[in-house]
């Protein structure tokens, strides 16, 4: 597991750039957290709907990964439910089904009050490779 989140905390340049931090991870599982800064605000002064997909996204990527098999998403959908506007968003993401091939997961977004703010639903297709090629475990 310590692998996962290195590669995730080092390698999601994404996640990094837009100032998404990884708070901890287990197998079928993540938590991360976005400090809300000037830029992910869109022109209505809330935080843009895309910040918060990313928020998700790599949350959900991490827990479909947790099992080390590298998971690639094929369907999202995403549900905004209140604005954000300021302090921390948070991520929880939770193994919901797993099998050979396919794995589903839930992904709550939540604000420093503890209001839900996105709920997010994932599928991944698991291939058959490693998440972290051997190349790169050292």
């Known amino acids: 597991m310590q692998e996962i989140k290195k590669f995730f905390s080092t ?75 300021s302090g921390t968003l948070y991520a929880e993401a939770k193994e919901q089904s797993l099998n050979h091939k396919l794995a589903s997961y839930s992904v709550m977004i939540t604000d420093d009050a503890g209001d839900v703010v996105a709920i997010f639903q994932g599928m991944v297709y698991r291939k058959k490779g490693s998440l972290i090629p051997a190349e790169q475990k050292k």
């Open 11 to 85: 390698e999601d340049l994404f996640a990094h750039h837009t100032g998404i931090e990884l708070v901890d991870a287990g197998r079928g599982w993540a938590k991360a957290r976005m400090k809300i800064e000037p830029f992910h605000f869109n022109g209505a002064r809330t935080v843009h709907g895309g910040a918060i997909f990313t928020l998700a996204d790599f949350t959900f990527a991490v827990a479909s990964n947790s099992h080390g098999t590298l998971a690639m998403g094929i369907n999202t959908s995403v549900n905004f439910v209140k604005a954000a506007l």
